[in-house]
């Protein structure tokens, strides 16, 4: 196994749309391991794709930290099929937008149509802290960050304060 790069803001490629997996086959076996393993090296709760620069629709979440193995999951092609309610996350963060944390508006519950590591097709009725993982990692497969979706005045504030940092780096 071996540790992916992970992609932060304001890095183009995050904005991409990935492409449904079309095989199952050794390499995105290893694609998928690496970014598990990448997942927890962060520590992260949840993982897409997009984020460590692979174009194909897979998504990667363990709300348990590696904690409880069961609660590891690895979804390909994720398609939110209904949505239901509103909520606001509290203090949402996503490793590819370091130092940032916001309340985001998303639905309260779910239902989402994957298929497993295997390709085998499966259903996850979620609420609750679930489904605002697979809100959040499901929307990295559409190009947008949680950044996105807060007012633009904090994004802006958060896009100098970045341009900032990175210039300060360039020194
Ligand atoms: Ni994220």
């Known amino acids: ?43 992260g709760i949840g993982l897409a794709s997009i984020q460590v620069g692979y174009d194909k629709s897979v998504i990667v979440y363990d709300p348990s930290y590696g904690e409880d193995r069961k609660a590891l999951t690895v979804l390909l092609n994720p398609k939110i099929i209904e949505t239901h309610g509103e909520t606001v996350s509290e203090n949402e963060g996503c490793l590819s937008v370091p130092d940032f944390r916001s309340d985001v508006k998303r639905a309260a519950s779910l239902l989402v149509e994957a298929l497993d590591r295997e390709g085998k097709p499966l259903q996850i ?40 940092q990175l210039k300060q780096d360039d020194k």
């Open 125 to 164: 009725e979620a609420k609750e802290y679930l489904a605002i993982i697979l809100q959040h990692e499901i929307d990295h497969l559409n190009g947008i960050l949680f950044i996105d979706r807060v007012s633009a005045l904090k994004r802006e504030l958060y896009k100098r304060r970045i341009i900032k």
């Open 1 to 43: 196994m071996a540790l992916l790069d992970i992609l932060a803001y304001p890095e183009k490629y995050l904005k991409k749309t990935a492409k449904p997996v079309m095989n199952i086959d050794g390499a995105l076996q290893k694609t998928i391991d690496d970014m598990i393993e990448t997942m927890y090296e962060a520590p």
